[in-house]
């Protein structure tokens, strides 16, 4: 997990967001609260800021089906690490292909797929 000066992405914000609408859908916080907090989910700008939005919330009880506040800020879901190295696979695979074919030599096609893969599955 990142520390908490790191910055915080829009999906971070949204797994905060929903712990927040579960805690109001629990009574643990009431419509105030939860307007406040998820106002300031939207302002944070760092994974330590959207910490504290819910340090007072209890984890979910084991065997309940809160598998979006499982989620922790920082921490990228497995899902979404597959998706994001196949876009990267791709979109290097990609601009490998069109660099070797504005050369025209399948050649350098074939070496320019090869080396963006490799970049990409290293960069992944």
């Known amino acids: ?12 914000r949204e797994a905060i967001m929903e712990i927040l609408r579960e805690a109001y859908a629990e009574g643990r916080l009431d ?12 302002r944070a700008r760092t994974l330590g800021e959207l910490r504290r939005l ?42 490998c292909v069109v660099i070797g074919a504005a050369a025209r030599n399948i050649m350098v096609v074939a070496l320019a797929v090869i080396v963006g893969s490799a970049i990409a599955i290293r960069r992944g």
């Open 54 to 95: 819910t340090a007072d919330i209890p984890p979910p009880a084991p065997g309940a089906d809160r598998s979006s506040a499982a989620v922790r800020p920082g921490e990228l879901p497995l899902v979404r690490r597959v998706v994001s190295l196949s876009a990267l696979m791709l979109a290097g695979v990609f601009a």
């Open 1 to 12: 997990m990142g520390g908490e000066w790191m910055r915080a992405a829009d999906w971070d």
């Open 31 to 42: 419509q105030a609260e939860l307007d406040e907090r998820t106002d300031a989910a939207l």
